[in-house]
C-alpha cells in the first residue's frame, strides 16, 4: 500500500444554522439518537456589560442574517432546550460517519497509520448572554474543540490526556513529522521557487504523540477577522429566498454590529508569580478587541458603522482597542473579566508584551501585501527538487 493522507470532512453538526427553518419545517423525530437534555450555560443570562461592545452589537444583530429580527430571535427564545437538543443530536448523527472512516482504515490493511480528529471552531450555543455560533469572540465555547491523534499498528499509542494548549497549526507540521517530511529540505527547495518562504508556524507533536512530556507553558496565538454580517448585498436569507438580493427591503437585511470593531486577537498562556505577580501558575487568557483599517467595508477608506432604518454610517477614525482577561484556572466559564482588575497590573503587562511577540511569530511581516506572494518563474532543475523532495507523497 503505498503511502497516503486521507481528509474525511462532514457537514455536521454545521446544520445548527438552519434551526429557524427545522422549527417550521422539518423537527427530527425521537430516535434512540438523541442524547440527554443538556441544560442553558451557566453563562446565557450573562449582561455582557464587563465584556467588548462587539459582543452585545453582535448579539442585537445576529438574527437579522435570517429575516426579521423579532419574529426569529422569538423563535430561538421560545425553542432554547430545542436548540440545544438539535445541536448535541447533529453531533451523535456524525458518530457513524466518523467511525466508518476509522474502520476504513484501521480494518483495511494500513499496518502503520495515524489517525487525527478535530474541528474547525465550536459553537456557543446561547452561552454569554445568548451569543451563537462563533463571531466576536475568542471564548472557549468557541475556539476549544477536540484534537485527537492516535496512532495504529507497531507504534500504537497508549490513551492519556495532554491538558497543555496546542494550535490548529500544529496539525500541519505534526502530520509533516509523521510522514517522515523534512519540513527544512522542502522550505529550501520552495525557496527557489517562491519569492517568499517563511518558516512554518506551528509545533510538531508528534514527540508528544509519542509519550514526552507536552510543553505546559507554551503560549498560544489566537485570531480572527471574520464578520459574517457584512456582504455584498445585505440581503438576509428570507430576502434571498423571496428574491429581493439587491437592495432588499429594510426589514429584511441584515444588520451590521453597530459601531463596533470585528477583529479579535488573543493569549492562552500559562503564569507563574515569578513571571508575573498574580500569575498564580494559572492558565490565562487575554483577548484583544481592535479596529484594523485594511479590514474595513472599504480598506483604508471607510467602514460601514451602521445600516439601521436611518440609512447608512460610515466612520474613517479607528475604534480604540478593548480587552478582556480571564483566568481559566480559576474561571474556565469566562464570565469575570478581570482587565480592570487592580492587582493584576504587572500581568496585564506580562501578557500584553508576550502578545505583540507571539503576533510577531504568528503573523510574521512579509515581502508582498498579504495574503499573496509572486511565484518565480518556473525552473526544470528546482521543479525537479521539490518533486524528488515530495514525491513519494503526492504519486
Excluded: C
Excluded at 23 to 46: G, I
Amino acid at each position: 500500500m503505498r503511502p497516503f493522507l486521507l481528509v474525511a470532512s462532514f457537514v455536521n453538526p454545521h446544520d445548527i444554522v438552519l434551526f429557524p427553518a427545522w422549527v417550521w419545517r422539518s423537527p427530527l423525530k425521537p430516535s434512540p439518537l438523541d442524547p440527554p437534555h443538556v441544560p442553558a450555560a451557566p453563562t446565557a443570562d450573562e449582561d455582557l456589560s464587563t465584556k467588548p461592545a462587539a459582543q452585545v452589537a453582535y448579539r442585537e444583530a445576529y438574527y437579522s442574517g435570517y429575516g426579521l429580527t423579532r419574529m426569529v430571535s422569538r423563535n430561538y427564545a421560545r425553542n432554547a432546550q430545542r436548540y440545544r437538543d438539535l445541536y448535541y443530536r447533529l453531533h451523535a448523527e456524525v458518530d457513524g460517519p466518523i467511525d466508518r472512516v476509522r474502520r476504513a482504515v484501521t480494518e483495511g490493511g494500513s499496518e502503520d497509520a495515524m489517525l487525527v480528529r478535530t474541528s474547525d471552531h465550536g459553537d456557543l450555543l446561547g452561552a454569554h448572554g445568548g451569543l451563537h455560533q462563533k463571531w466576536f469572540n475568542l471564548y472557549d465555547e468557541a475556539t476549544r474543540v477536540p484534537f485527537v491523534i492516535a496512532r495504529i499498528g507497531e507504534k500504537a499509542t497508549q490513551p492519556r490526556t495532554v491538558s497543555a494548549p496546542t494550535s490548529h497549526v500544529d496539525l500541519v507540521p505534526t502530520l509533516l513529522s509523521a510522514a517522515g517530511v523534512d519540513v527544512d529540505v522542502v522550505a529550501a527547495a520552495l525557496a527557489e521557487s517562491f519569492s517568499e518562504v517563511h518558516p512554518l508556524p506551528g509545533r510538531d507533536l508528534m514527540p508528544v504523540v509519542d509519550g514526552a512530556s507536552a510543553d505546559e507553558g507554551r503560549a498560544i496565538y489566537l485570531m480572527t477577522r471574520d464578520n459574517v454580517l457584512e456582504g455584498d448585498t445585505g440581503a438576509s436569507l428570507l430576502s434571498r429566498q423571496l428574491g429581493r438580493i439587491v437592495n432588499p427591503p429594510a426589514p429584511l437585511r441584515i444588520k451590521v454590529p453597530a459601531h463596533v470593531a470585528a477583529n479579535f486577537e488573543g493569549l492562552v498562556v500559562r503564569v507563574d508569580d515569578t513571571d508575573a505577580a498574580g500569575g498564580a501558575g494559572h492558565l490565562w487568557k487575554l483577548v484583544r478587541t481592535f479596529d484594523d483599517p485594511a479590514t474595513w467595508t472599504e480598506p483604508g477608506v471607510r467602514h460601514l458603522a451602521t445600516n439601521g432604518m436611518g440609512g447608512d454610517a460610515y466612520r474613517t477614525d479607528p475604534l480604540d482597542d478593548q480587552w478582556e482577561l480571564y483566568d481559566l484556572t480559576a474561571d474556565p466559564i469566562e464570565a469575570y473579566n478581570r482587565w480592570t482588575d487592580p492587582q493584576l497590573h504587572e500581568l496585564r503587562q506580562h501578557l500584553r508584551m508576550l502578545l505583540k511577540q507571539q503576533r510577531a511569530v504568528s503573523v510574521p511581516e512579509r515581502n508582498q501585501p498579504w495574503p499573496y506572494a509572486h511565484r518565480l518563474p518556473p525552473s526544470g532543475a528546482s521543479n525537479g527538487l521539490v518533486r524528488r523532495v515530495l514525491g513519494r507523497f503526492v504519486r
